[in-house]
Structures are given as structure tokens and as C-alpha cells.
Antibody
Framework: QEQLVQSGAEVKKPGASVKVSCKTSGYIFSDYYMLWARQAPGQGLEWMGRINPKNGDTNYAQKFQGRVTMTRDTSISTVYLEMRSLRSDDTAMYYC??????????????????WGQGTLVIVSS | DIQMTQSPSSLSASVGDRVTITCRASQGIKNDLGWYQQKPGKAPKRLIYSASSLQNEVPSRFSGSGSGTEFTLTISSLQPEDFATYYCLQHNSVPPTFGQGTKVEVK
């Protein structure tokens, strides 16, 4: 059964960093892109970036360039999202999602297929 | 960036009603559009891909249509478990962008 399981909730102070994990199972890790998105309380969904688990290549939304790093550990089929210099408006639910196959047409690399359960990050002094 | 505009932002309906939600793209996206359902405190769940193809696990009362810039999600007979917020997503160009959501509430 294909599954994405994210790490638990975090409470951070402004200026700190956070690292969220997303453990995958039930499919071949290196065959599919992974996406990250976030949702502020009561708000809509916002794409943050993408990682290719096969080679580690990333691309980030312009808004998060320089503040976000996505990595992966192929030995445990897990991807990570690290965000630095946290602000109060970074308080949100952070989601990983599996995208389409790396071998498929480009458009499927940005399709949110199925999602992790979310990780709540609260930034508060 | 492509802007996705959903309408209405919310609606009130009763069990058994037919419900239609519209999503408009600021430029043509062919049929590179998905629909998602989100319940409070839960992650979004995929419903439809390629504008009109139903995901395997999704009941047939859900359907999607459209191409280019205008798309619709229809629930033919609303069930109690369908009260939720619905989002469209365009993945035709980077960055992928979501509509702002449509909340379907009990009338």
C-alpha cells in the first residue's frame, strides 16, 4: 500500500529552523518526484518545491528560494523539507505529496497524486 | 504564474442536491487540471485528474469536465460525506497553482 508518513508537529521561535520528514513506502522511491506544499490556517494551498529522489535535483517556488532546502535519503526512502529564518507567517500545515513518474511527461512532475498526513509547524515567540 | 479562480467560494446544499463548482485559469492549460477534496484537519484527497478522469477509489457521483481555461466539478447527488472544501490544481506550467477553494456546507 502506497503511503507517505510525515514527522510530528513542531513549535519553533522566530528565526529558528525546522526540518520535516516524509517517509515513503509501497512503491519505488526513486521512480516518482516528490512535492511539498503548505497551507496556512484557514487558507488555501501553496506549492513550495519539488525534488527528484533519483538524483536529488530540486526546484523551488521563487517565494522560498534561499530559505528552503529539500533533500532525500534513498537508504530509508525519505524526503526532507528544511526551512530557515522562520517567521510567524510560516505557521502552517506542511504537506509532502507524491507526483507523477519521473519517466512520464513533464506535466506529471507537478501533479499532486497522493499526500502525506501533514505536519503542523507553529512559529511563535 | 497562472491564476486559478474558483467559484463560488462557498455554497450551501442539501443531501441529494446536484452541485457544480467552476475553476477558471488565467491562460490555457489544456486538460492539465486536477480536483481535490479536503475535510477539516485532513490532507487533500485526489478526486479527478486530466480534468475529467476519475481516480479509481472515487465514487461515480463525482465528475469533471472542461479544457483550456474553464473547468467544472459536478457532484450529481450530494452525500453526507461530501461536505468538504474542494480545490482545483493546474499542473500545466510551473509553478503549479491551486484555486482558492470552494466550501460545500450543509443547507
Amino acid at each position: 500500500q502506497e503511503q507517505l508518513v510525515q514527522s510530528g508537529a513542531e513549535v519553533k521561535k522566530p528565526g529558528a529552523s525546522v526540518k520535516v520528514s516524509c517517509k515513503t513506502s509501497g512503491y519505488i522511491f526513486s521512480d516518482y518526484y516528490m512535492l511539498w506544499a503548505r497551507q496556512a490556517p484557514g487558507q488555501g494551498l501553496e506549492w513550495m518545491g519539488r525534488i527528484n529522489p533519483k538524483n536529488g535535483d530540486t526546484n523551488y517556488a521563487q517565494k522560498f528560494q534561499g530559505r528552503v532546502t529539500m533533500t532525500r535519503d534513498t537508504s530509508i526512502s525519505t524526503v526532507y523539507l528544511e526551512m530557515r529564518s522562520l517567521r510567524s507567517d510560516d505557521t502552517a500545515m506542511y504537506y509532502c505529496a507524491r507526483a507523477g513518474p519521473i519517466a512520464a511527461a513533464i506535466i506529471w512532475g507537478y501533479y499532486f497524486d497522493f499526500w502525506g498526513q501533514g505536519t503542523l509547524v507553529i512559529v511563535s515567540s | 504564474d497562472i491564476q486559478m479562480t474558483q467559484s463560488p467560494s462557498s455554497l450551501s446544499a442539501s443531501v441529494g442536491d446536484r452541485v457544480t463548482i467552476t475553476c477558471r485559469a488565467s491562460q490555457g492549460i489544456k486538460n492539465d487540471l486536477g480536483w481535490y477534496q479536503q475535510k477539516p484537519g485532513k490532507a487533500p484527497k485526489r478526486l479527478i485528474y486530466s480534468a475529467s478522469s476519475l481516480q479509481n477509489e472515487v465514487p461515480s457521483r463525482f465528475s469533471g469536465s472542461g479544457s483550456g481555461t474553464e473547468f467544472t466539478l459536478t457532484i450529481s447527488s450530494l452525500q453526507p460525506e461530501d461536505f468538504a472544501t474542494y480545490y482545483c490544481l493546474q499542473h500545466n506550467s510551473v509553478p503549479p497553482t491551486f484555486g482558492q477553494g470552494t466550501k460545500v456546507e450543509v443547507k
